[in-house]
């Protein structure tokens, strides 16, 4: 039997186990059959509790096929109300080890259910290299590729994970199941990409669809509404404080002293033990 917390952060859900107090088998295996909405319990992913020798505490993620990730924006945001109910660190403001990096949470507001959090995601990338694309340029910044006979302007940045931004007139004209796949798995990006589809409303608010490597499309993706707010700055000279609007909610982002700084909710679901066969 394991014990665990589900949490969502703008419908974006999440399975989060304690790996310190409990002995959990192989986390990928685990990952796919807690994810599973049928026969498991039912996730976009699930995290993992450790330890850190460099920080105040470790933070492991899994996509809902088995497969780990860098970071996840709106997972940390539920990590870290989690770690901090459970009195795993110490204080509001704390740093979370990840594979992307070390993150910097600070907890605004905490209630027993729901939390609001800031967290510092560390700067934007986008060196081609560091996105592992298929690609002599040194980056992919507003490039066009071709998807079923229509062409789309992408760019590519890394903010806690790799993902591609796609700026539309009319997001209700994109279909995101077919499109967002094949530009997952379109063969610029060999190690697959999330795919960010946005609208600009105005200046301070964006419209985000989201489809997510290894998951499908998700209701909110924290580091996908910072990647679309990074990139519409730079090509449309948006303000550095936006408002980006998801199927799940709304998440605030904002650029200063060359950092990218997430703010939005982070809310309890249910908690449970898990009978692992």
Known sequence: ML???????????????????????????????????HFGIGADGMMVVKQSSSSDIKMLFYNADGSQAPMCG???????KYVFDEKLVRGKEFEVETLAG???????????????????????YFSSEMIHANTNKE????????????????????????HAVIFVDDLNKIDI???????????????????????????TNFQVLT???????????????????????ILYNTSKKVNVHLLGGTVEIE?????????????VICKGVYYDK
């Open 211 to 233: 489809w997510e490597r290894g998951v499908g499309q998700t209701l909110a993706c924290g580091t996908g509404a910072a990647s679309a707010a990074v990139v519409g700055s």
């Open 139 to 162: 980056k992919i910044l507003n490039e066009s590729i071709e998807i079923d006979g229509n062409i789309f302007k992408i760019s590519a940045v890394v903010v806690g994970s790799v």
């Open 74 to 80: 709106n997972g940390i945001r539920c990590f870290a």
């Open 102 to 124: 070390i993150m910097r949470p600070r907890i605004i507001s905490s209630e027993e259910k729901i939390s609001f959090i800031e967290v510092n995601l560390g700067k934007a």
């Open 3 to 37: 014990e665990f917390i589900k949490m969502h952060g703008l419908g974006n859900d999440f399975i989060i186990f304690d790996g310190i107090n409990q002995d959990l088998p192989d986390h990928n295996e685990l990952a796919k059959k807690v994810c599973d909405r």
């Open 177 to 203: 199941n077919v499109i967002g796949r094949k530009i997952e798995n379109h063969q610029l990006f060999p190690n697959k990409i999330n795919v960010n589809f946005c609208q600009i409303i105005d200046d």
């Open 255 to 267: 650029q200063r002293d060359n950092e990218i700084f997430m703010t939005g909710p982070a809310e």
